[in-house]
C-alpha cells in the first residue's frame, strides 16, 4: 500500500513546496521569570515549524533526529509577534536538514528583527516507525544551492563527530 502523498516518492521536489511560516503573538504563558519569552518556547515554535516543513517535503511523518546549537541572539518580549520560517536545505537518504529562521516584529513596529538561526535533522519515517527514503530536495536559485553545500558540510561532520564518539566509547570499554 502507498502512504499518500508518497505516490513519487523519488520525485525531486522543490525548496518551495514544502517551505513554512508560522506566526504567533507572544502571552504571559510564555514569560520566563524575568518577564521575556523563555528560550523553551522558541525551541518549540523552532521544532513546530521545522517538523512542519519536513512533514510537508515527505508527504508522511517525520521526526526530529537532532537539533543543532542555536544562539539567541535578541529578548523576545512579551506582545512581540514570533515569525518562525522553515524550509528544506538538503536531503539524504531518510533524512532531511531544515534550516529555521526565527524573527519577531515588535509591537507597534513593521520591522521583522533576526533573533536566531537553527539547523534540524529529521526522518521520514514509516508506519512501523522505521526510516523510509524521503524524495530529494531540488534546490534551484543560487541561495538554495548555497545552503545545499553548507548543509553537505554541516551534514558530513555530524557523521564524524558520531563515528569519533563510538570509536571512543568502544575503545574505553575494552
Ligand atoms: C531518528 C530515528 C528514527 C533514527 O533511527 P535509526 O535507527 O538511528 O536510523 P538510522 O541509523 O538508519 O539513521 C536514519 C537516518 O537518520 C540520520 N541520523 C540518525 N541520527 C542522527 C543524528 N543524531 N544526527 C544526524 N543524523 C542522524 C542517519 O544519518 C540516517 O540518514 P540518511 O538515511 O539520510 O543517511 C530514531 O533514532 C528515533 O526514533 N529517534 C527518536 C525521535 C524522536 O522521538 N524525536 C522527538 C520527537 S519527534
Known amino acids: ?11 525531486p521536489r522543490a525548496v518551495s513546496q514544502s517551505q513554512v511560516t508560522l506566526a504567533r503573538v507572544m502571552e504571559v504563558m510564555d514569560a520566563n521569570n524575568l518577564g521575556n519569552v523563555h528560550g523553551g518556547v522558541i525551541l518549540r515554535a523552532v521544532d513546530t515549524t521545522g517538523g512542519t516543513c519536513a512533514a510537508r517535503h515527505c508527504g508522511g511523518p517525520a521526526v526530529t533526529a537532532f537539533m543543532d546549537e542555536m544562539a539567541f541572539l535578541e529578548p523576545v518580549r512579551l506582545s ?30 513593521s520591522a521583522h528583527i533576526h533573533v536566531g538561526s537553527a539547523y534540524l535533522v529529521f526522518v521520514s519515517i514509516d508506519e512501523a516507525g522505521q526510516p523510509t527514503p524521503v524524495c530529494p530536495v531540488l534546490a534551484e536559485t543560487t541561495d ?3 545552503r545545499f553545500r553548507e548543509a553537505q558540510l554541516r551534514r558530513d561532520s555530524r557523521m564524524n563527530l558520531r563515528r569519533r564518539i563510538e570509536q571512543l566509547r568502544s575503545e574505553e570499554s575494552n
Open 1 to 11: 500500500m502507498t502512504t499518500p502523498g508518497l505516490e513519487n516518492a523519488q520525485e
Open 80 to 109: 512581540d509577534i514570533l515569525i518562525t520560517k522553515a524550509s528544506v536545505n538538503w536531503t539524504g537518504n531518510t533524512s532531511l536538514e531544515v534550516g529555521v529562521r526565527v524573527e519577531v516584529q515588535r509591537r507597534g513596529s
Open 144 to 146: 538554495e544551492q548555497r
